[in-house]
């Protein structure tokens, strides 16, 4: 199929989808059921033909599971980061490779927090590292260095039976779970129990198993989960699963998307004649926006949650990226410390993750959650609940590991380490301020400082003639761009209204992670496709 | 705290815990609520101690999620297999760590399929593999044979980036799925779709993820999964988490642990008054009997489920595991087809892990399923509903991909790898004959033949009085025998209750995972114990 025909295809399908709320979501129609997304969804991940040895669309008769009679919360469910738009962006790779002639000769993912697949280098250390634990034949080479092997051997010597393929203790192995703790306490100059600290498989993982904690009715009512709009959609995705209640609160774009107490009060008064509010979500440095909280900020924040009585959430797996000199890292459990009495025994719990930072190691699922103040009859719970998904990988958690027991001054590895590390750290900053820069500098598009994490959260100022156009076809006008930035251009981005923006406004994520070389094509591209869209559209 | 003091707080405990459905479960009373549970679990972790810097028993005013708001479900789920039978046997092992007298030097834990943990050495090229993808430099190695090159050098190619460090898509990289695809070729004669192939962290991660699609309530009735009795207690947690209905069919023990068709109709017919069947789990070699089904036998029970309209789930992970030279394993994917009309388009998905087999690389996480003929638009549910969380470890991929696609006649590895997988796979075979034979040359214990998977479930024929014992503790005397075996002579095992029983009967699981050597011992042990136990309570 061309590109031409098959976008058409696309948006027919897209305007028999039917009476969507404009920009609520993508596809859910006014009563909140799902309407239409899998046809949308299936043609595009197979280019229309059918799939796998299954031919069910003859016989609906012999599917016991349906449609209608599946589980409804993952027919709501939403996940942008992966959706339609990088579907179709998978799709037109595969026509490139088949010699369809395009625009464009490569398709640039800049949608997902992917480092590595953006041509960052995996750390030597981590896989150094790696590569000992999980073959120890490789512990008499002297062509890896001692540290290297003094971290793998106390991994391995946590490990039952010296190996990494045991099962470990659920919440991970003692050694690193004990590292962890000793990291946070460099980081915050405050203690850390290393019994709190859960490792995990990523931090999805991590919040996923806390936040199921929450999962109630009471009375009919549902227990509320308040995130941020723009919000990184694993919550949103996590909330529908759940059949848990969202409750967004906007952040102040004006305000370097900021946090505004006014408005977090506003959405959970609102909420509170729907749900149960239990939770609150922030994420700092924050994704998609890019914002780096203030203290101050913070030190709201969790006065407001003492006073609505809301455990805390703290999303601080861009912790190590932050880049505006003026902004600094403040993880959530050292300012509710530091404020005593009544707040440093407040619930909160922490996430952290090896995919970010300067590691980027998306791939190898490691992450873990500190969790402090529970109830120990909840402790005893959350522990329990984890205990049938048996262990996170371990190898995971050796990564996590070498992330928080680093080589040190001295070690053989020192130099390397911190050479590697700085230059994947410089560099993002620069590209930051070049991404930011290069929005600024485009007519109709504006771009808060990406202080921290690996996205900026550009606002479109769209022609009224290309809102229209999008209506027509039944679209979000940021998704009608979206697709016709892919289409023309082969950059694939995601739509604001994957994440949440304010009705009317509309924006996109994109990463900051192209190599400098190639971020430079790609924004000179966007500025192109935009400038040419604005007149289109005039 | 001295063991035996300790073993009097517990149970002091358990009689605290007040009025419990014998032997259903080993911590729910009779109205299915939770009781005394986390006291006795955080006891049993903490040897009594205060738990993290947690201490909010003493100000349970500032705790916002506590025992009574929070997740039902999560309260009334277990796991058996990492119970307080194996927390107080971690405990012993640092008691003994710290030089308390045992009238035993070691804790044998034969509660879980942890291979590595139990001495198995990990296959050579397995490992091979891993370093290689996971630090790349070493390809140059002269040292690494060209097989295990070649095979790290494709996996690389899968990876975005090259590199093990970025994510996949969510159903894992696709060669490794086509790999998986081809080995169920090889393994069925009978085609498979790689795009039916969905890699996962282990195969607990694929079924929670399959079963997720049937979570729903129609008129207040939940939908019910008919599951074996005994069972893994994956799947009566995952049930507990999801709120579904659990509907046990018995095995017949009489008929080494095989199922009886009347017995599934009986369970079903009685399950249907209280919720709507949607599902029939299958273990296959059997967790925790041991048994093999015959064809005919998969027969009948496919030819049920389509009568009752129920999606199967093959939990097939220990397809290598079959040692009675009179059983064979027979895929229900190869079954099904064979069977032709209706029965060949029926949804079926099928589970298989790399953390048993003559691998036992349980902590690498690495799994899949095979979900064929889902109707098209469920099918599209259930991938997006895993992309949330990403993808599964890279690395934990990687592994699946060497198991299902080794070393062939004429590659350099092919001798060696064979070698090792025999000898795992022909030690085992040994140990399962030796287990079985040597409970039943014990008075008082019958054991079913171990045809496959890698554990015994034997009887025990508990006389009266340690019955009445155990009741007057208000325990099962099952769990009050497991207990006293842990206590008395450090061996872990899994009290029947944990898996399930007919009432009025007790067992236990014991892997056949020591080694030779130490099994020997074990089972020495266990006999000696288990004549005093005898005569004590005779």
Same mark, same amino acid.
Request: with cysteine; net charge positive; charged share 25%.
């Given at each position: 199929m061309s590109t031409s025909l098959f976008f058409t295809s696309v948006v027919n399908h897209v305007?028999?989808?039917?009476?969507?709320?404009?920009?609520?979501?993508?596809?859910?129609?006014?009563?909140?059921?799902?309407?239409?997304?899998?046809?949308?969804?299936?043609?595009?991940?197979?280019?229309?033909?059918?799939?796998?040895?299954?031919?069910?669309?003859?016989?609906?008769?012999?599917?016991?599971?349906?449609?209608?009679?599946?589980?409804?919360?993952?027919?709501?469910?939403?996940?942008?980061?992966?959706?339609?738009?990088?579907?179709?962006?998978?799709?037109?790779?595969?026509?490139?490779?088949?010699?369809?002639?395009k625009p464009f000769s490569e398709v640039i993912k800049a949608n997902i927090g992917d480092c590595h697949a953006m041509g960052q280098k995996p750390l030597t250390f981590i896989r150094q590292v790696l590569a000992l634990v999980s073959y120890p034949a490789l512990l008499d080479d002297p062509r890896f260095p001692t540290d290297a092997k003094a971290r793998a051997k106390d991994i391995l010597a946590g490990c039952r039976g010296g190996s990494v393929g045991s099962y470990t203790d659920s919440p991970g192995i003692e050694i690193i779970r004990r590292h962890v703790a000793q990291y946070i306490e460099r980081r915050d100059g405050i203690g850390s129990n290393w019994e709190n600290i859960i490792l995990s498989a990523g931090a999805s993982d991590a919040i996923k198993s806390v936040m199921k904690l929450l999962v109630n009715e009471v009375d009919g009512k549902k227990s509320g989960v308040m995130v941020p709009i723009p919000q990184y959609p694993l919550y949103s995705a996590t909330l529908a699963e759940f059949n848990m209640h969202q409750i967004g609160y906007y952040l102040d774009e004006s305000r370097a998307w900021g946090m505004d107490i006014a408005e977090l009060q506003r959405s959970l008064d609102e909420a509170k004649k729907h749900c149960i509010p239990r939770a609150i979500v922030v994420i700092n440095p924050g994704n998609p926006t890019g914002q780096v909280l203030s203290r101050e900020n913070i030190e709201e924040i969790i006065k407001f949650a003492y006073k609505e009585e809301l455990f805390i959430f703290a999303d601080e797996v861009y912790q190590d990226n932050v880049y505006d000199p003026k902004s600094k890292f403040h993880s959530f459990?050292?300012?509710?410390?530091?404020?005593?009495?009544?707040?440093?025994?407040?619930?909160?719990?922490?996430?952290?993750?090896?995919?970010?930072?300067?590691?980027?190691?998306?791939?190898?699922?490691?992450?873990?959650?500190?969790?402090?103040?529970?109830?120990?009859?909840?402790?005893?719970?959350? =522990?329990? %609940? @984890?205990?049938?998904?048996? &262990?996170?990988? *371990?190898? +995971?958690?050796?990564?996590?590991?070498?992330?928080?027991?680093?080589?040190?001054?001295?070690?053989?590895?020192?130099?390397?380490?911190?050479?590697?590390?700085?230059?994947?750290?410089?560099?993002?900053?620069?590209?930051?301020?070049?991404?930011?820069?290069? =929005?600024? %500098? @485009?007519?109709?598009?504006? &771009?808060?400082? *990406?202080? +921290?994490?690996?996205?900026?959260?550009?606002?479109?100022?769209?022609?009224?003639?290309?809102?229209?156009?999008?209506?027509?076809?039944?679209?979000?006008?940021?998704?009608?761009?979206?697709?016709?930035?892919?289409?023309?251009?082969?950059?694939?981005?995601?739509?604001? %209204?994957?994440?949440?923006?304010?009705?009317?406004?509309?924006?996109?994520?994109?990463?900051?992670?192209?190599?400098?070389?190639?971020?430079?094509?790609?924004?000179?591209?966007?500025?192109?496709?935009?400038?040419?869209?604005?007149?289109?559209?005039?």
């Open positions: 305007i028999n989808m039917g009476n969507f709320t404009r920009c609520s979501g993508w596809a859910r129609n006014r009563s909140g059921q799902f309407r239409g997304w899998p046809n949308f969804m299936r043609t595009m991940a197979t280019g229309g033909k059918d799939v796998g040895d299954c031919n069910c669309l003859e016989r609906t008769e012999k599917c016991f599971v349906t449609i209608e009679n599946m589980n409804p919360c993952l027919k709501r469910m939403e996940y942008a980061v992966r959706g339609p738009l990088v579907i179709r962006a998978s799709e037109i790779e595969k026509e490139l490779q088949e010699g369809v002639k459990k050292r300012v509710l410390i530091e404020m005593g009495e009544p707040y440093h025994k407040m619930e909160l719990a922490s996430f952290m993750s090896c995919s970010k930072g300067y590691m980027g190691e998306c791939g190898l699922r490691g992450g873990y959650s500190e969790v402090i103040n529970l109830e120990p009859d909840v402790r005893t719970m959350l =522990f329990k %609940s @984890i205990s049938a998904m048996l &262990c996170p990988t *371990v190898l +995971g958690q050796s990564v996590m590991d070498v992330v928080v027991n680093p080589p040190v001054p001295g070690e053989p590895s020192y130099e390397e380490f911190t050479k590697e590390k700085k230059a994947v750290l410089n560099s993002l900053a620069e590209r930051a301020k070049m991404v930011a820069e290069t =929005f600024n %500098s @485009i007519e109709g598009v504006s &771009c808060n400082e *990406v202080q +921290g994490a690996m996205y900026a959260f550009p606002k479109l100022d769209l022609p009224k003639k290309a809102i229209e156009k999008a209506e027509s076809l039944g679209q979000c006008a940021d998704v009608f761009y979206a697709f016709q930035l892919l289409e023309n251009t082969g950059i694939c981005i995601v739509p604001g %209204s994957g994440f949440g923006q304010k009705a009317g406004t509309f924006h996109f994520r994109t990463t900051i992670l192209p190599q400098p070389d190639k971020l430079k094509i790609m924004l000179n591209k966007f500025k192109e496709f935009h400038l040419k869209f604005l007149t289109q559209y005039k």
